[in-house]
């Protein structure tokens, strides 16, 4: 009995083991079936650095290897941070427009439409540091530029005058700093940091310069969303004309009385409060004292301004687009 006892254990201990055998053949073919899947369904691709290019007019020394792995690093991020970016693209077509509007109107290089996609994604946002709106300005940098910032109006949240402000700061950065690139380093790290930066470092480009993660960065995802916004086939992305988001066709209502109630004022007007609120985000109240006396111009939707079918033009339009 004993005798059979070991034969019977020995039986069990051999059948197990070749049931690990089994399975453990059948893991490595598990495995290699599932790397040859990824080899052969799956792709990362680096994204090309193009061996030139340039930012406001002003050639970026991507000779510098520093400058070009700056520049590759953002690529990279941008690149496969696809909802963000992609998000970048669709609103560009409704926003862009007016930007790029007021830039040539202001004397601005267009490429500081880039700017303002990556201080706020063409949103109406506010950082943790308080700085708001499409282009961000800080409370006391938007008052020195001429925006109005109340308990009941905030214009750094309106499209039209914050570009307007957002360009006399540049221009006043550039006319300091001598260059758009350093503008737009110093739109970061303020014109003090930069100032400062340049001066213990002796140099007087922003390529030369050490400087906080932040600002070092800056200016190369600028970069960045100009080369995939203005190819984005280039960087994987196919968006079709008929996917972006239309320009609201509005038309303008003088507002210049005290207590207004905005409800009512949505209502009398033939729209709803938050189509007011929607398309004025610059408004923070739902009732305006205006103790001031301002006169304010509120868009509202033309007619059929809210439905979709109405304001997209070309809304079967599946062009890919080639540039933004």
Not at 54 to 66: A, D, H, Q, T, W
Not at 70 to 80: A, K, Q
Not at 235 to 260: A, F, I, Q, S
Request: proline share 3%; charged share 25%; aromatic share 10%.
């Amino acid at each position: 009995m004993k005798k059979l006892s070991i034969i019977a254990i020995i039986l069990a201990s051999l059948a197990i083991a070749g049931e690990a055998f089994i399975f453990a053949t059948r893991k490595e073919e598990s495995e290699e079936l599932h790397a040859r899947a990824i080899r052969a369904d799956y792709r990362i691709y680096a994204p090309s650095v193009p061996d030139t290019l340039s930012f406001c007019g002003e050639r970026v020394p991507l000779n510098i290897y520093y400058v070009r792995e700056g520049l590759d690093r953002e690529l990279v991020s941008n690149m496969y941070y696809q909802s963000n970016t992609l998000f970048n693209i669709k609103r560009a077509t409704r926003y862009f427009p007016t930007i790029e509007r007021i830039l040539k109107e202001e004397g601005v290089p267009a490429d500081m439409k880039y700017l303002c996609v990556i201080e706020s994604g063409l949103q109406c946002v506010t950082s943790p540091a308080g700085a708001s709106g499409y282009w961000q300005f800080m409370k006391s940098t938007g008052q020195k530029y001429g925006l109005e910032i109340s308990d009941e109006v905030d214009m750094r949240n309106h499209l039209e005058a914050s570009t307007r402000a957002a360009c006399r700061y540049l221009k006043a950065l550039r006319a300091q700093f001598g260059g758009w690139t350093e503008a737009a380093a110093a739109y970061n790290c303020g014109e003090n940091g930069l100032d400062r930066r340049l001066t213990n470092q002796q140099q007087r480009s922003y390529y030369d310069l050490y400087l906080n993660r932040e600002t070092q960065r800056y200016v190369y995802r600028i970069l960045a969303l100009k080369l995939i916004m203005q190819h984005p086939q280039d960087y994987g992305y196919h968006v079709r004309r008929c996917d972006t988001y239309p320009e609201v066709p509005t038309t303008e209502v003088m507002l210049n009385g005290k207590d207004v109630d905005l409800v009512q004022f949505a209502k009398d007007n033939g729209t709803s409060y938050k189509m007011v609120r929607t398309l004025n985000p610059w408004i923070t109240t739902d009732k305006l004292k205006n103790k001031n006396g301002n006169t304010y111009t509120v868009k509202i939707p033309t007619k059929k301004g809210t439905e979709y079918n109405t304001i997209v033009r070309g809304k079967h339009d599946t062009t890919v687009i080639e540039s933004i």
